[in-house]
């Protein structure tokens, strides 16, 4: 990898630029309020056209991403997105679209929604889909109003609780604040399970539903799943999945089956569209047919959600066909199984048992020396996973074990990648109980080793003038 | 080892209760202030604001998690510690001298049920 660190300010040189634009003839407009125009040119760099293109290429060569390497990001979904979506979204009768085009040029846009709306609800069991949301948590808050306005057109406005497993991804309870509900906690057991006793006190006529995510952030299957439908149903609230662990689910079971009434679906996840650095996701949520009386009532989108992201997962579900769709999730299940078989007698594996497209370990069986500082930690590992080459795992997430670090391969990668993995995390392990100091110092390959992430997050420097 | 101080009063959630009469000052123990890491921002509830025993009234975030703050004990935010606003670390440096908030207690007999220095070294079994 060439060094290349600098930013596009320190190219700069006064007077240089990669344009040419005509003088201005026209004079200043008299219609901006003085308070709105600036006293003085923006300081952008000064660069030549060459130099933006080196610049910017250089960057994109430290770049690590799912086409350059293994990414094992727990919860994440990051398999491998294949270009036949792309092709299929350049295509230019989609890639020429735009929201406000007359119905009679929009109709093969349409019939891609009412297409995916039908593959969708085969896949999950829901009655049918939104797809306004742009990503999960979005689709969450989407769910969860719609949740409320059943409620609501049912005349029921006591129901104003949501109930949250301890181990749920942080945006469910995010989600559930934001829409003005009030979230209860419920407990998992020993075994990474929902407490179902714990979760009976719980259920009052002030209950609007709970939130599940199955399988949950450990990666395992709530088996009590049929028993806590009828217990939430029963009491009068609704059960809402978090579709964000939905990749080993595929075509084996489904949502409906198990009960529940809305879901989200992560499209960027589950159907192979790139994300990471914040988007575009699309989180289009599903619903039985009792709970879409009351999609009229709600609107989260200027316009019809990212189609270039619903199209790509179309492209996927269609490339994969209807026969092989499972195999995805079995194939994922093989692979996490396989990784945590072969690495739980040198990393604290904290619930045996079968996962399923994930695992979460509870850090190093032997952190090389435990004093009040700690021998080599979860962020050690990951650290130091880098100077390897490979992108680091979720680590101190889910917040039921103090040295989280969670795993998840996707069906994407091949056996002889998957061992070089556990290969360099048995060497690590074994590199922790020698001399954790090494970890400690990881990474010592890549361009930056530690960043001050402390001093980063209490004095953040936003912008680059300020560090002159 | 954490340090546990005598004469105080922990709950469960990690919070550390220093009664003086009827008024009660609250912050976190030193376990807890270990287990998040650099502490990088504290975020207080305002003065008058009621707490309840039990439910959050603040937040902790650091480096590595964000945390919620639970009040031990049921009353009136009479005084936050605004110094921590600019100067989180201090819940780093000594987590016993940082306290949080300081709440008139509205039933201070909840006291009763927290856990002493003794028992709350054996809650957090180090």
Redesign the interface.
Known sequence: MKYYDKLIFELSQEGRKGYSLPVNKFPQSPELPVQLQRASAPRLPQVSEPEVVRHYNNLSQMNFGVDTGFYPLGSCTMKYNPKINEEVCALPGFAGLHPLMPARLTQGACKVYEAMNAALAEITGMHTFTFEPCAGAHGELTGLMLMRTYHMMRGDLKRTKVIVPDSAHGTNPASAAVCGLEVVEVKSLENGRIDVEALKPLLTDEVAGIMMTNPNTLGLFETQILEIAKLVHGAGGLLYYDGANMNPMLGVVRPGDMGFDIMHLNLHKTFSTPHGGGGPGSGPVGMTEEVAKGLSQIKVSGFHGNFGVILRAYAYILSIGKEHLKEVGQYSVLSANYIKECLKDVYKLPIEGVCKHEFVFDGLVNDGGHDDVHGATTLDVAKRLLDYGFHAPTIYFPLLFHQSLMIEPTETESKETIDAFIEVMRKIAAEAAEDPTLLQSAPHNTVISRPDETTAARNPILKYWDTL | ?SKILEGLKYSESHEWVKVEGNVAYIGVSDFAQK?MG?I??VDLPAEGDDVVAGEEFGAL?S????SDLFSPVSGVVVAVNGELEDT??KVNEDAYAAWIIKVEMSNPSEVDALMDAAAYQSFIGE
Do not use: F
């Not at chain 2, 480096?63 to 964000?66: F, Y």
């Open positions: 080892m287990e650099d990088t921002y975030e480096v590595k998690a964000a989180p670390e």
